[in-house]
């Protein structure tokens, strides 16, 4: 018997979905990043109103004084949707599992001075419930938020700050036992130098408009906090008793690095919609910076030493530059 195998090239009647053609043009192909971001959003055949909140729609653009004419005009640069997402956090988890196994096979935790052990506890374990709060903020964000470009990388958001609290948490584990997570709880709740950020934290919980929360949460305290800690701090820790804590924290350090893009693309685009977006965004970072750097001088005087004024205001030189490049008056 003869077979007669052929090449059939057969065209397809649509490049993607009619929606997103509209958009990108219908003799396109689609990214699947465009196909599971754009025109996502629920918009119409809403049955009532939410009566814990009967002035908007479930879905409703007006829950924030920020004004787009297209809240599909965000793009995630990292062009996460699920399927990249997941793929990308699997990746830096199993460096971070290593990490972890690398410190934990040879011993080293054991052999960690003393001194740097206790610096590393007392700064580190209380943030595991600034990392809760931000996982709690960004959940808001996606919650109330509006359009699926930006309310998709919000929830990876506040997935990540949940993974990286229990980061923390073991790192906590690791170097000591379960009396230090309970010593970092009541610092937490009582101690003098935290008081201010708990205070910021709590408060951004009952943060109204929800972009103001991105501003309060994704850009300045993540822009302050995140290079105090996992840089300065670090470097301090790492020239005093070696790279150990540096391992156990490396996923927050890359994770900062990346998510900065989404952050600075995110604001780049709102400020530069309109000049009535760009005062709003401005008046809200001023504010919020502000309230960061009091709430962390006390941190970084625990974490620092003497060094901690120089390093604040370092680092609020290089948040004022970050912002000034998307646009913003400060």
């Known amino acids: 018997m003869h077979l007669d195998l052929r090449t059939v090239s057969i065209t397809p009647l649509r490049q993607t979905f009619d929606s997103i053609a509209a958009r990108i043009g219908g003799d396109k192909s689609a990214s699947r990043y465009q196909e599971a971001t754009l025109d996502v959003q629920s918009d119409t055949n809403f049955h009532y109103r939410p009566l814990w909140d009967q002035e908007h729609d479930i879905y409703d653009a007006s829950r924030t004084a920020l004004k787009m004419n297209d809240w599909y005009a965000f793009k995630d640069p990292r062009q996460f949707y699920y399927g990249t997402y997941t793929l990308a956090r699997a990746r830096m988890q199993e460096t971070a599992e290593g990490d972890f196994d690398f410190v934990e096979t040879r011993g080293l935790a054991a052999s960690y001075p003393a001194a740097a052990k206790d610096l590393a506890l007392e700064v580190l374990l209380p943030l595991r419930h600034v990392e809760w709060g931000a996982n709690m903020n960004n959940t808001s964000m996606c919650a109330y938020g509006y359009g699926a470009a930006i309310t998709q990388p919000c929830l990876f958001n506040a997935m990540d700050h949940l993974g990286m609290a229990q980061y923390l948490t073991r790192a906590g584990l690791l170097l000591d036992d379960v009396a230090a997570l309970d010593a970092a709880k009541q610092a937490w709740l009582v101690e003098e130098q935290w008081q201010e950020l708990r205070h910021y934290v709590e408060d951004t919980f009952v943060l109204k408009d ?112 970050r912002a000034i490049k998307f646009g913003l008056t400060l």
Do not use: C
């Open 210 to 321: 929800w972009f103001e929360l991105f501003i309060a949460q994704n850009l300045v305290l993540n822009g302050l906090l995140y290079p105090l800690i996992y840089q300065h701090f670090d470097s301090a820790l790492s020239a005093q008793a070696g790279p150990v804590v540096s391992m156990l924290t490396r996923f927050q350090s890359e994770w900062y690095a990346e998510t900065s893009k989404w952050v600075n693309a995110t604001l780049k685009i709102a400020s530069g919609e309109s000049s009535e977006n760009q005062q709003l965004l401005s008046g809200w970072t001023k504010t919020y910076r502000d309230r960061a750097i009091t709430a962390l001088a006390p941190i970084a005087a625990l974490a620092l030493g003497e060094k901690a004024d120089t390093v604040m205001t370092e680092l609020v030189d290089e948040f004022n530059t």
